[in-house]
């Protein structure tokens, strides 16, 4: 299985804070890499599928990058709905497989 | 727009077998180019991907439960199910379904249901 490890796995910011999460494949995954936001109670919402296109609806803050082991997700500037918790997600092959969040907290 | 709606019992014993349906709405199962998958996330934890199935019936399982899991499809009911056998307190979750693009697409996610919590408990 393909590992995808996540950093940090918490962070706490600020509104109008620039933020970068980082994810990190075990092999490469070329850009089959997928970032999902996820509120409490509420099922995960994908924010940005192929490394780094934004899917159809999502503000124009949020841009992802990267190709091969590692991906970035950035915020340019934090709003209060942001605060949720990320996922990365390999589909490169099967099993597809998730990062183990990062949780974004209110400074 | 395209709805997706899990549904079955909350509380299942250990030993026995975890049964859910997703109901499609607002769009066909059988549209070509999408599959339709379970994902699960235990209290408190992250995602887990369980599998896939395309409309034809072809299906795609985690090697971690591939010796458990079944997932079927009716199109004539826009539905897809889970069957999860031999089920342990470790298969308590919150369980999603959702649709997941293809190749074009990269595969991701992008519709789920809101999701439905199984205990497993006696």
């Known amino acids: 299985d393909i590992q995808m490890t996540q950093s940090p796995s918490s962070l706490s910011a600020s509104v109008g804070d620039r933020v970068t999460i980082t994810c990190r494949a075990s092999?490469?995954?070329?850009?089959?890499l997928n970032w999902y936001q996820q509120k409490p109670g509420k099922a995960p919402k994908l924010l940005v599928h192929?490394?780094?296109s934004l899917q159809s609806g999502v503000p124009s803050r949020f841009s992802g990058s990267g190709s091969g082991t590692d991906f970035t997700l950035t915020i340019s500037s934090l709003q209060p709905e942001d605060f949720a918790t990320y996922y990365c997600?390999?589909?490169?092959?099967?099993?597809?497989?998730f990062g183990q969040g990062t949780k974004l907290e209110i400074k | 727009q395209l709805q997706l709606q899990e549904s079955g019992p909350g509380l299942v014993k250990p030993s026995e077998t975890l049964s859910l349906t997703c109901t499609v709405s607002?769009?066909?199962?059988?549209?070509?180019?999408?599959?339709w998958g379970w994902i699960r996330q235990p209290p408190g934890e992250g995602l887990g991907w369980i599998g896939t199935?395309?409309?034809?019936?072809?299906?795609s399982y985690n090697p971690s439960l591939k010796s458990r899991v079944t997932i079927s499809v009716d199109t004539s009911k826009n539905q897809f199910s889970l069957k999860l056998t031999s089920v342990t307190a470790a298969d308590t979750a919150v369980y999603y379904c959702?649709?997941?693009?293809?190749?074009?697409?990269?595969?991701?996610?992008?519709?789920w249901g809101q999701g439905t919590t199984v205990t497993v408990s006696s």
């Open positions: 997600q390999q589909s490169y092959s099967t099993p597809y497989t």
């Open positions: 959702a649709r997941q693009g293809g190749s074009y697409d990269y595969y991701a996610m992008d519709v």
């Open positions: 199935i395309y409309f034809s019936g072809s299906t």
């Open positions: 092999q490469s995954i070329t850009t089959y």
């Open positions: 192929a490394a780094s």
């Open positions: 607002g769009g066909s199962i059988s549209s070509s180019g999408y599959y």
